[in-house]
Each structure stands twice: as C-alpha cells, then as structure tokens.
C-alpha cells in the first residue's frame, strides 16, 4: 500500500507569488492534517480536516488555507509568500479525526527567495 | 499554551549502548496521547512509540521504551542497544484538542560506532 505521497518534494518561489502544496492520504484514511517545520524546529500545525471539513486551525495567518476533496486527498495554498514561509511542510494521515494513528508524508521543501 | 520542552538539543551514544532522551509536557487533560517520532534526513517523519495517559504501564516497542510520569508531566525514551540506523532527530509530540500534535523542539541524536 502507498503511504502519504506530497507533491512536489521541492518548490522555489518569489515572495509575494502563490503555492499550492498536495497530499494524498493513505487509502481509507479521511483524516488530513498540515503542519510547518521551520529549518531547527519542531512541526507547528496549521490545520486539519475531516471528511471535507475543517475541524482545527493552527496559529496561522490568513494567507494560509487548506481544502480537502471528495477522494480525501488535499491542498494546502499559501498566498503572499514571505521569506518566513520558508519550510517543510508536511502533510499527515488518519483513519479517525484523533492523531493517534497519524503518518507522515515525506514533506515539500518550500524555498521562498 | 500548552507545550512539549525537549531539554537536550544534541546527544550522542556509543553503537550498542543505551541513551535516554528527556521530554516534559504540560497539559490542563486528564487523558490524552504521548509521542516520540524519528526524523532521519529523509524528512519522514516517523512514529516509534505511543502511549495513553490513562494507562500506567509504559509503552515498549522492541528496544525503545518510554517512562511515563503522569504527576510529573514527563515522558521519556529509552534506546538500548543503540544501532547506527538510530540516528535521527527525535521529537516528542502529545495530542492536543483530539486533533493536533505539539512537538518539542526536537534532539538530534548521533550514535558513534
């Protein structure tokens, strides 16, 4: 069975362009969290959602929003880049709307110049 | 806020020996989950042990094991017998919100041949 798959694996982009960053769960699992792992830090979470819907948000500024489709599979968007976006961002899994069973994709490097 | 504090940065073990890796925790929750996750350089964040509050028995997954402290808010990792494949960053998560992990900062762990 695939794991979490995240496209694309590396991103460069200017500041003040837009990215959209996607993850696939593992199949069966409608759970899709986002997280933020700035370079030397622990991830930070910016949001979850189950079966379509929101169910949390991190402390995150509005530039930051997420959707998730009817096959689960999910988008993370970032609008008005700074170079403070600059991260990992990694995308986890789970069967349930707890994260007791999450897994984690390999991530997207995202590079803000 | 509710955070995770992960005390030592870097550590270092000799190849077959055991190392302790110390996490604290704070939390107003009477039951909620415990977390240690690996992240070798691949970026792939993955889980090596779990625990429940509500159980007084630590966790053990083969050569890692946890002591769990409920009153003193600690939740530590035991190694033993250390192998190269080890080294990693190491973080410890606790749920939060049924719906999010906060992560410590994290401790990067060498093992020495």
């Known amino acids: 069975d695939a794991g979490v798959t995240q496209s694309p694996t590396h991103l460069i982009k200017t500041r003040g362009q837009h990215v959209t960053l996607r993850c696939s769960p593992i199949?069966?699992?409608?759970?899709v969290s986002w997280y933020q792992q700035v370079l030397g830090q622990g991830p930070q979470f910016i949001f979850q959602?189950?079966?379509?819907?929101?169910?949390g948000r991190g402390n995150f500024p509005d530039r930051f929003s997420a959707r998730q489709f009817p096959n689960y599979s999910s988008e993370l968007n970032v609008n008005a880049l700074l170079l403070g976006d600059s991260a990992l961002y990694l995308c986890?899994?789970?069967?349930?709307?707890?994260?007791?069973?999450?897994?984690f994709g390999q991530g997207t490097r995202l590079t803000v110049v | 806020a509710q955070t995770v504090t992960q005390s030592q940065p870097e550590m270092s073990v000799q190849e077959a020996e055991t190392v302790t890796l110390s996490c604290t925790y704070d939390?107003?929750?009477?039951?909620?989950?415990l977390f240690w996750y690996k992240q070798p350089p691949s970026r792939q964040m993955i889980l090596v042990i779990r625990?429940?509050?509500?159980?007084?028995q630590n966790a053990t997954e083969n050569r890692f094991s946890v002591n769990f402290q409920k009153a003193a808010k600690s939740f530590s990792l035991k190694i033993s017998d250390s192998q190269l494949g080890d080294a990693a960053m190491y973080f410890c998560?606790?749920?939060?919100?049924?719906?999010?992990?906060?992560f410590g900062e994290g401790t990067q762990l060498t093992v020495n041949p």
């Open positions: 625990q429940e509050a509500y159980k007084q």
């Open positions: 959602y189950y079966e379509k819907e929101e169910r």
């Open positions: 998560a606790r749920e939060t919100s049924g719906s999010r992990l906060t």
């Open positions: 986890a899994s789970s069967g349930i709307t707890g994260v007791t069973e999450a897994f």
């Open positions: 199949s069966g699992h409608k759970s």
């Open positions: 939390t107003s929750e009477s039951d909620y989950y």
